[in-house]
């Protein structure tokens, strides 16, 4: 809501205390924000993003990948993902990877996110499979031999 009524400190300010915080997240992009809006708001964030709060962080990091800043998305999920071992944030790392065209690093973070799914609650591996289908980040390295195996495996 500060983005949209034109208060970027604000917005900026309450979009880094919820990524620092240890409770589960408050914010979300405005609803059907437009890709400049997005980028708005990844234009504004601070060059080191706090860690704490990995539901927001995801949030920060999927508006990332949809702004084609695939560096910092990946470097932020990486981090996190040290914090808080998430299938969803090492497939965004993968993302980010291979958009990047850094296919052997997509494809080890595919496989971390697989083994993070074991962890997680039902569910995780077939959306991390749908994930692996779907992600347009993710077509130069969709039919390579090892991400159909994991593909596989995670859809089984």
């Known amino acids: 809501r500060a983005l949209i009524a034109g208060d970027r400190v604000g917005a900026v300010g309450a979009i880094t205390r919820d990524l620092a915080s240890p409770t589960p997240g408050r914010w979300a992009p ?20 706090p860690i704490g709060n990995p539901q927001s962080a995801r949030v920060a990091v999927d508006i990332m990948l949809a702004v084609g800043e695939y560096r910092r998305a990946g470097e932020y999920a990486a981090a996190v993902f040290t914090h808080h071992r998430s299938s969803p944030l090492a497939v965004a790392v993968a993302r980010a990877a291979a958009a990047t065209g850094d296919a052997a690093n997509a494809v080890q973070w595919l496989y971390t996110a697989e083994l993070a799914a074991r962890e997680e609650p039902d569910g995780y591996h077939t959306r991390l499979g749908r994930t692996n289908e779907q ?9 390579l031999p090892e991400v159909r195996a994991i593909r596989s495996r995670l859809l089984a």
């Not at 708001?41 to 060059?47: A, G, K």
């Not at 992600?135 to 039919?143: S, T």
């Open 135 to 143: 992600a347009p980040e993710l077509a130069g390295v969709r039919d």
């Open 30 to 49: 405005p609803q059907g924000a437009s890709a400049s809006q997005l980028r708005t708001i990844v234009d504004e964030l601070p060059d080191d993003l």
